[in-house]
């Protein structure tokens, strides 16, 4: 766990914390099993076919165990995998993977919250193919999971705003105005996450599609400001 914490940040003690983890896991088959999840996760940074390798070698491994967490690393392993298939413009195939493979073993684990994330990034995923009613029915579906997991605020905010836009390009404007008012509702308790930034560009679109171009600009500029008291870059749509 500590190496899968700091694997982002320094890659050297990222390694030096799985190294020592791996010398404790002598003799145990399952932590031996999850070795491969974390020394994928360390590889990806300079190498995404090693990563690839490791992350295939850890579902092998994992396949002699069926226990929940157990369960909860294959989700994330073919996740993990299917994120670069993504990266390299394959959404299909992410797709695939996480229908067939990543939300399988997520709902044997019982992680409603990791769950529901799948169901939001297969969203995404359609949301890249330009497969609208797809990205409806996903962002549906994992908005009723998350919320009925009380699943961390920015999860679902995140949910709310793509759906929102999703709405947006289907033509359906109401069912978008709720979804930009309940993301909003949530948001108002955290006035300086950067999901606001998100949101006011959302309800500029909104609001462009109204041919209402005062309130969108003036959604642009909350935007704007927003993003730069945050040191973030901001893209209205």
């Given at each position: 766990?500590?190496?899968?914490?700091?694997?982002?940040?320094?890659?050297?003690?990222?390694?030096?914390?799985?190294?020592?983890?791996?010398?404790?896991?002598?003799?145990?088959?399952?932590?031996?099993?999850?070795?491969?999840?974390?020394?994928?996760?360390?590889?990806?940074?300079?190498?995404?076919?090693?990563?690839?390798?490791?992350?295939?070698?850890?579902?092998?491994?994992?396949?002699?165990?069926?226990?929940?967490?157990?369960?909860?690393?294959?989700?994330?392993?073919?996740?993990n995998?299917?994120v670069?298939?993504?990266?390299?413009?394959?959404?299909?195939?992410?797709?695939?993977i996480?229908?067939?493979?990543?939300?399988?073993?997520?709902?044997?684990?019982?992680?409603?919250?990791?769950?529901?994330?799948?169901?939001f990034?297969?969203?995404?995923?359609?949301?890249?193919?330009?497969?609208?009613?797809?990205?409806?029915?996903?962002?549906?579906?994992?908005?009723?999971?998350?919320?009925?997991?009380?699943?961390?605020?920015?999860?679902?905010?995140?949910?709310?705003?793509?759906?929102a836009?999703?709405?947006?390009?289907?033509?359906?404007?109401?069912?978008?105005?709720?979804?930009?008012?309940?993301?909003?509702?949530?948001?108002?308790?955290?006035?300086?996450?950067?999901?606001?930034?998100?949101?006011?560009?959302?309800?500029?679109?909104?609001?462009?599609?109204?041919?209402?171009?005062?309130?969108?600009?003036?959604?642009?500029?909350?935007?704007?400001?927003?993003?730069?008291?945050?040191?973030?870059?901001?893209?209205?749509?």
């Amino acid at each position: 766990l500590l190496c899968d914490s700091w694997y982002r940040q320094d890659t050297v003690k990222a390694k030096e914390y799985l190294t020592k983890g791996k010398l404790l896991a002598a003799g145990n088959a399952y932590l031996n099993s999850i070795y491969f999840y974390f020394l994928a996760n360390l590889s990806y940074v300079n190498s995404i076919p090693t990563a690839e390798y490791y992350y295939m070698q850890g579902d092998s491994a994992l396949q002699n165990f069926n226990t929940p967490r157990a369960n909860a690393y294959k989700a994330k392993i073919w996740h993990n995998y299917g994120v670069m298939q993504q990266l390299k413009d394959d959404n299909k195939k992410f797709a695939d993977i996480l229908l067939n493979k990543s939300i399988p073993y997520a709902q044997l684990s019982g992680d409603s919250v990791y769950l529901g994330k799948c169901f939001f990034d297969l969203g995404l995923t359609f949301k890249n193919m330009g497969q609208k009613d797809k990205v409806e029915e996903y962002c549906n579906t994992a908005i009723k999971i998350l919320t009925n997991a009380k699943a961390p605020y920015d999860q679902l905010v995140a949910v709310y705003i793509m759906a929102a836009e999703n709405y947006c390009l289907l033509s359906k404007l109401p069912q978008a105005k709720v979804m930009l008012d309940t993301a909003k509702s949530i948001l108002q308790l955290f006035p300086q996450s950067r999901y606001n930034a998100d949101y006011y560009a959302s309800e500029s679109m909104y609001y462009n599609i109204k041919e209402l171009y005062p309130q969108a600009l003036e959604s642009v500029n909350k935007g704007v400001e927003l993003a730069n008291s945050l040191n973030l870059s901001y893209n209205a749509n």
